[in-house]
């Protein structure tokens, strides 16, 4: 019988995917390190550039070191999607890789020097400190946890696509077709439980935080407030990205697109 092969086909679909995902998620945790400098992590408070990459990720640190900057008059962040440099001295490392982006002119767009920043060695010699203290996860794991996501989705489309095939055979087919409907709910609820599972587990390494940097993130407001109100503001930045940011035009210089030219 055909439906049965079609069965037999969305099984396997199902059943690739899902393992692939739980490989996937296993991975993960194991590669969350637990070690005397994850210990000593976890107990410090997290610099700014800490908490935007754990939030997220290097596109995430460059905005927080523009802001910064910007706030300070160093450099000169215009509405229509330009940087101007005002201060060339960076105060330290992240700095001084935003203002190496911008270049020798001291003008550059904000979307190709974010982009060319989030790639510099600062935002990785930042990343590859907080995956060793335990408190980030690696690209790679945080790209294969994504990439199991996607294909249950697709999974779980496939299966309903052979459901409902089968359902439709014309000829007779042995069942009623209520019930081979049922017989296929049945990997499509296994595809379905592993995202459900996935949304509740997946979302700790969504920004590249583990655990740990979790935990140490949900105590930076506390820290930021303590602090006063520009790193409070900083921080609500790190954590929650550019919709955050307070003044229009500074938003807007991190927003803009540029508009086709009209004929």
Do not use: N
Not at 179 to 203: G, K, Q, Y
């Amino acid at each position: 019988m055909l439906w049965v092969l079609l069965l037999l086909s969305a099984w396997g679909v199902a059943g690739a995917a899902c393992a692939g995902l739980c490989l996937a998620a296993v991975r993960a945790a194991a590669e969350e390190t637990d070690g005397p400098a994850a210990a000593a992590a976890r107990i410090r408070e997290l610099t700014l550039y800490e908490a935007a990459f754990l939030s997220g990720g290097p596109v995430r640190v460059v905005d927080v070191t523009l802001l910064a900057m910007a706030r300070q008059r160093r450099l000169l962040l215009a509405y229509t999607g330009w940087a101007t440099v005002v201060d060339p001295r960076g105060r330290d490392e992240m700095e001084r890789s935003v203002i190496g982006a911008i270049g020798p002119g001291g003008q550059s767009r904000i979307a190709p020097l974010r982009a060319a920043a989030a790639a510099a060695d600062a935002v990785r010699g930042l990343a590859d400190r907080l995956v060793r203290a335990g408190l980030a996860v690696p690209e790679g794991t945080v790209s294969a946890l994504a990439a199991g996501i996607r294909r249950v989705r697709i999974a779980a489309g496939a299966v309903a696509v052979l459901g409902a095939a089968a359902v439709l055979l014309p000829g007779p087919t042995g069942l009623s077709r209520p019930v081979i409907a049922l017989w296929f709910a049945l990997p499509l609820t296994l595809a379905l439980s592993c995202l459900v599972i996935a949304r509740i587990e997946a979302p700790p390494y969504r920004h590249r935080a583990s655990r740990a940097g979790l935990a140490l993130l949900s105590t930076l407001p506390r820290q930021a407030k303590d602090a006063g109100d520009e790193r409070s503001y900083l921080a609500r930045v790190a954590v929650r990205g550019i919709r955050a940011i307070g003044e229009p035009e500074l938003r807007a210089a991190f927003t803009h697109r540029d508009q086709p030219w009209r004929e």
